[in-house]
């Protein structure tokens, strides 16, 4: 038969399982290949050799590591490596270093000073210097005095040290206000008993007998023990620096829960939890200022302290004495008020602070509610109006009993019992945001009836910082209510009404204890939510409305409480993700659940509800949000779903994108995954075979392209983590991988390189590799040393050299180059689908034999092509290029003699093995047709 031509126009559809080789009628299949290895699809349908990866450093000891990014940002992101018991941080290929550090100042330094303001101190060495945050104690008994001022072991602080003319002296001012601590009385020190104790914060660098230390944990207020001595370490207070200057903090996590944790990022706070750990805040205190703490689920801001309430009465009478009453009321006791009084016959009083004290035995209090039974008459029958007589409620009078004295200084009110007059209140702290609040103060209580006429009751209590608004509650019926807020430290009630449905919040108190710990983190709707304890796996807990750390609700119940509830389940879910989309998704280890309001507005704890969208299943990989879909690795089976809303079935599904790349994916399993948005659209996972995959992704395209990576694959290296941080006008992958060098197992982080370049001798197609730059032309190039014993491949000045062997950490190049670049090679191969001929059975079931290859290639050079992978012809591409220099890079149709080989499936191979770019964007095939 005569020839034929067959076109593949593109590679969109990406690397195609073996399984679809009969699928002809599939849309894929004409947009396919059986394989891209190391090869990335681009959006237009191009597939490119991918750049290499260069080497960053290796991970902590070479153990285990975890990668995942960290945006502050723009300009300013990171790789995070988290590793057993240790993060460090990679940016731009480079290792975040520490740098200078102030010496530690030698603690417990005794000091005596003068009394003057402010007040001098002076040590026997050399002061602290200025600047450094400093907590004052005493460390033996104090002088007679001082105990209650300065008790023993107790601190004061912290201050901020200002230097004197003198090294010896110094000053402290008071870091909140400015002030300089004044002393302004009181004996001098005797002997040794002040010292002052630095303050270091947690994030601290200091310097201590040759070695740099990072302060781990927050400086009680006096503690020897957390002093840099000759056991640092062993205190537990701080965390030895490496000598090779990587800085470095101090983790909770162990190894075997790396992979494993979850995470949130707001700002410069990222929030990393585990169902074996607290909760963990990392934070960007500076760009070179890192701590890890466990999130305190506490009010960010302060209780307001010395809470006091102070009444004054709108009537009251002084009771001057208390006699026997004349006939017709003797033995009744005849109350004398020290002014006239304005009270009748029945009118509802309450006696304060009478106390009646006989000669022998106990004093008898007589406070407590009254009425007044009688206001006594003279001889003409005017009202004597500073005397009266009380009964109980039940019409038995106050006697009065002459075997004793009454107290003097009491007082009469009006008051009801069935009123309670007895004024109970609380204050609550909140910021200027108006919902990040404190907790409730310790009540007080007075004594005072409001519903008299210029009755009020005076509310205050001291500052708290930060704080710009105090709400003031008053308790009824065994309930908060509230009345009323200031700005200032001091409220008046003059009975106002209690406002029921403004009420402090209780606090839930979670996550506080083993078993109780999250394994989900998000934001959603100004909320911060955990979900998926141990002791509580389908549950959720979403913080106060416009908070982070609070968790409190309400009687009654308020829309800016915390909503927290359970999932009804058909099985015993495990809540593995909280995805936020247009609902909160919530990724079980059975189901996906969309987490609605009933109103059609912001979630309220009123107004939560949960609907059931699917029952796939999602792994323990954290899901990535890709425009309004999402992708997640199934919890079962291996492969990769899309979750989107459909407006169909007015709600969420789910489609396998892996279905048409099983053999990527069957029998394994996904163990990360990362997402970057530029240059082009990829999502990137690590196969547990240790296969990097990436995956083309254009939802809105129908765009979705799968090709898979190896590294060194004759040494079985691995890749073991991965994350995607901005850089510049890229998203760049960095990777943790697995190699065996010179005969031992390292884990390296390494970085993919940019696949744009302008000059062919920038190109980077090597792995755990460098490039080097020299003035002038170098033979030599050392400092390999991550590559000890390996086989290199080189590029030189834009020419491909011979392999070399790594020994001492150089090579030796074969002519002089200036731009270097120098890794471990690896192959990208590409292999087109079966042939789909114009023949009857479109060719199936006849031989063919390709003997022409036509390839539409971009900036590319040394490629090799033919029917399988040990039949390849190279294809010639120097021109006009000068003697010495190498081949240009090809932008054209190349055609390739290819070695003759009949075949049933008609296909074509081509490889790239060189560390040079390739990228094919569409073959032409000439087969010759069998009978």
């Known amino acids: 038969m005569p020839n034929t031509r067959t076109y593949y126009r593109s590679f969109a559809g990406g690397e195609l399982s073996p399984e679809m080789f009969g699928r002809i009628d599939d849309a894929k299949y004409q947009t396919g290949a059986a394989t891209l290895r190391n090869f990335i699809v681009t959006p237009t349908g191009g597939a490119k050799n991918r750049a290499g990866f260069a080497f960053v450093k290796a991970t902590k000891n070479n153990g285990p590591a975890r990668l995942i990014s960290f945006t502050f940002s723009l300009n300013q992101t990171l790789a995070v490596e988290l590793g057993p018991g240790y993060a460090r941080f990679h940016t731009n290929g480079e290792t975040l270093l520490y740098s200078a550090t102030q010496p530690a100042f030698e603690p417990s330094l005794m000091v005596s000073y003068t009394i003057a303001s402010p007040a001098v101190f002076s040590v026997a060495g050399v002061a602290p210097p200025s600047g450094t945050s400093v907590t004052m104690c005493v460390t033996g008994t104090p002088p007679p005095g001082y105990s209650a001022d300065y008790p023993a072991g107790v601190g004061y602080g912290p201050y901020i040290v200002q230097g004197t003319a003198y090294d010896n002296e110094f000053t402290l001012i008071d870091p909140t206000t400015g002030a300089p601590v004044n002393i302004t009385a009181g004996p001098e020190w005797a002997g040794a008993g002040l010292a002052v104790q630095p303050d270091y914060q947690i994030g601290a660098l200091v310097s201590y007998n040759g070695a740099v230390y990072y302060r781990s944990q927050a400086t009680p207020s006096y503690l020897p023990a957390g002093n840099i001595d000759s056991d640092p370490e062993s205190d537990g207070y701080w965390y030895v620096q490496p000598t090779d200057l990587t800085y470095e903090i101090p983790t909770p996590f162990q190894a075997a829960d790396l992979m494993s944790i979850h995470y949130a990022q707001s700002a410069d706070v990222m929030t990393l939890v585990h169902p074996n750990y607290p909760p963990q805040e990392l934070a960007r205190l500076s760009a070179t200022t890192w701590t890890m703490t466990p999130f305190v689920f506490t009010p960010p801001l302060a209780t307001p302290t010395n809470v006091a309430v102070a009444a004054t009465p709108g009537y009251l009478a002084s009771i001057a004495s208390v006699t026997d009453g004349p006939s017709p009321q003797t033995g009744q006791a005849l109350i004398t008020t020290a002014a006239n009084h304005t009270l009748a016959m029945g009118d509802s009083v309450y006696v304060q602070n009478l106390t009646f004290t006989p000669t022998s035995g106990s004093a008898q209090v007589l406070d407590g509610f009254y009425m007044v039974s009688l206001v006594p008459a003279d001889s003409s029958g005017n009202l004597i109006n500073n005397e009266l007589y009380l009964s109980d409620y039940s019409g038995n009078s106050l006697m009065f009993n002459t075997n004793g004295t009454y107290s003097s200084g009491a007082t009469i009110q009006y008051g009801t019992q069935i009123f309670n007059i007895t004024n109970p209140y609380a204050v609550q702290a909140f910021a200027a945001d108006g919902v990040t609040a404190s907790a409730l103060s310790a009540s007080v209580s007075v004594l005072n009836n409001l519903d008299v006429p210029g009755s009020y009751n005076t509310i205050s209590w001291d500052a708290v910082a930060g704080a710009t608004t105090y709400y003031v509650y008053k308790q009824f019926n065994g309930l908060w209510g509230f009345i009323g807020s200031t ?56 913080s106060n409305s416009g908070t982070e750390s609070q968790f409190t609700y309400s009687i009654p119940s308020l829309a800016t409480d915390a909503v927290v509830f359970r999932v009804a389940s058909r099985l015993a879910d495990v809540i593995q993700h909280l995805m936020p989309m247009i609902e909160l998704i919530l990724l079980t280890s059975e189901s996906e659940y969309a987490l609605l309001s009933q109103t059609g507005s912001a979630i309220t704890p009123s107004s939560v509800d949960v609907n059931p969208q699917s029952y796939i299943g999602s792994s323990n990989v954290q899901p990535t949000i890709i425009n309004t879909s999402m ?301």
Request: hydrophobic share 35%.
């Open 487 to 542: 700005q200032s430290t001091t409220f008046v009630d003059d009975n106002i009404a209690t406002d029921m449905s403004i009420t402090p919040g209780t606090d839930y108190g979670v996550f506080n204890a083993p078993g109780d710990y999250p394994s989900g983190v998000c934001y959603f709707q100004q909320r911060k939510c955990f979900a998926g304890t141990l002791n509580a796996p389908d549950n959720v807990w979403m």
């Open 631 to 931: 992708v997640y690795a199934a919890a079962r089976g291996g492969h990769v779903r899309e979750l989107g809303y459909a407006w169909t079935i007015n709600g969420y599904m789910t489609s396998d994108l892996s279905l048409r790349a099983a053999h990527l994916f069957d029998t394994l399993s996904i163990i990360d995954q990362a997402y970057s948005k530029a240059p082009w659209p990829i999502v990137w996972f690590v196969s547990s075979n240790g296969n990097l995959l990436s995956f083309t992704y254009i939802p809105e395209e129908q765009i979705g392209a799968w090709c898979h990576h190896d590294t060194g694959e004759a040494t079985g290296d691995t890749f073991q983590s991965i994350c995607c941080v901005a850089e510049g006008q890229e998203d760049v992958l960095y990777a943790v991988i697995t190699r065996t060098i010179n005969g031992q197992q390292v884990n390296y982080v390494e970085r993919l390189q940019s696949r744009f370049f302008t000059e062919q001798n920038d190109a980077f197609f090597v792995d755990s590799g460098i490039s080097q730059t020299f003035p002038n032309p170098v033979t030599q190039v050392s400092g390999l040393t991550w590559l000890e014993g390996a086989t290199v491949s080189v590029l030189a000045d834009g020419g491909v050299q011979t392999q070399k062997v790594v020994a001492n950490g150089a090579i030796t190049l074969d002519y002089p180059a200036s731009t270097v670049t120098i890794g471990l090679p690896y192959l990208s191969d590409l292999q087109t689908m079966p042939a789909v001929l114009q023949l009857d059975g479109f060719g199936q079931g006849r031989a063919k034999n390709i003997n022409n290859a036509w390839l539409k290639v971009f900036q590319s050079s040394s490629i090799l092509v033919g029917p399988n992978e040990n039949s390849l012809s190279t294809v010639p591409q120097r021109t006009t290029e000068p003697w010495g220099s190498p081949p240009a890079l090809q932008t054209s149709e190349l055609q390739v003699l290819t070695t003759p080989t009949w075949q049933q499936n008609g296909q074509v191979f081509v490889r790239q093995q060189d560390p040079l770019p390739l990228e094919v964007v569409g073959i032409t095939l000439e087969a010759s047709i069998g009978g």
